[in-house]
Structures are given as structure tokens and as C-alpha cells.
């Protein structure tokens, strides 16, 4: 199996039908960039052993969430970790807890998001 390949299974496991339309969102714009996203993170990372696929969702929502400037992203990642099984109270408890490092604004920008996810 290709990493494109592993990519696009891994993909569809986590995202579904949001992860297909960001890729379908970029190939008039940058077609190669959209099979780089297939290919790096979701054929080489997120198909690793080491973590369930859970575990990576909830650093991946932490992450974007303390990034503070990527809500389009850590929304489709809190769809994926519904996805993928994490509970609502999972999900807006990694999001707490990114008041303590990435402070109080990152915190509220990440619950707003997921209350617009979870009310979808």
C-alpha cells in the first residue's frame, strides 16, 4: 500500500466527509498540497503505531486549540474526535485545559468551536 493510500484509509477513518471536502477544497487551488495532507500526516503519522487513533485526536485538538489561530481546523478535528469515538465532555475537557498553557482567550475561542460543532 502506498503512503497515498494509507493516507486517504486513515483519512476517512478519522474525518470523514469533512477531511474529503478540505482535500476536494484544494485541488483547484494547490492539488499537490492536497496529496502531501493525505500523505504526511495521515500516511506517515497518524498511521504509526504508538497511540490509538483517540489519543491523537485529542493532541490534535489541544494543539489547535492552543494555537489559538486555526478554528476551520480544530473544527474539523472536533468532528474527527467525535468520529472517532472521544465524548463531548473528552473533547471540551482537552480544551480546558489549554487555559493553563495557552491561556484564557485560546481556551474560549476552542469551546466556542466545539459548541458550534456540537450543536450541528
Known amino acids: ?13 478519522i474525518d470523514g466527509q469533512a477531511g474529503t471536502h478540505v482535500i476536494e477544497s484544494l485541488k483547484d487551488i494547490a492539488p499537490d498540497f492536497a496529496d502531501l495532507l ?4 495521515f500516511g506517515d503519522i497518524y498511521s504509526r503505531p504508538g ?8 493532541a490534535t485538538i489541544a494543539a489547535l486549540t492552543a ?9 474539523v478535528h472536533i468532528s474527527a474526535g467525535l468520529n472517532v469515538g472521544l465524548s463531548k465532555e473528552q473533547i471540551i475537557e482537552t ?11 485560546a481556551a474560549l475561542n476552542g469551546l466556542f ?3 458550534e460543532i456540537f450543536d450541528q
Open 113 to 115: 468551536a466545539a459548541k
Open 95 to 105: 480544551i480546558m485545559q489549554m487555559a493553563v498553557y495557552a491561556g484564557f482567550p
Open 51 to 58: 497511540l490509538d487513533i483517540q489519543s491523537r485526536e485529542i
Open 38 to 41: 493525505i500523505e504526511f500526516p
Open 1 to 13: 500500500m502506498t503512503r497515498y493510500e494509507r493516507g486517504l484509509e486513515k483519512l476517512n477513518e
Open 67 to 75: 494555537m489559538g489561530n486555526a478554528t476551520p481546523q480544530l473544527k
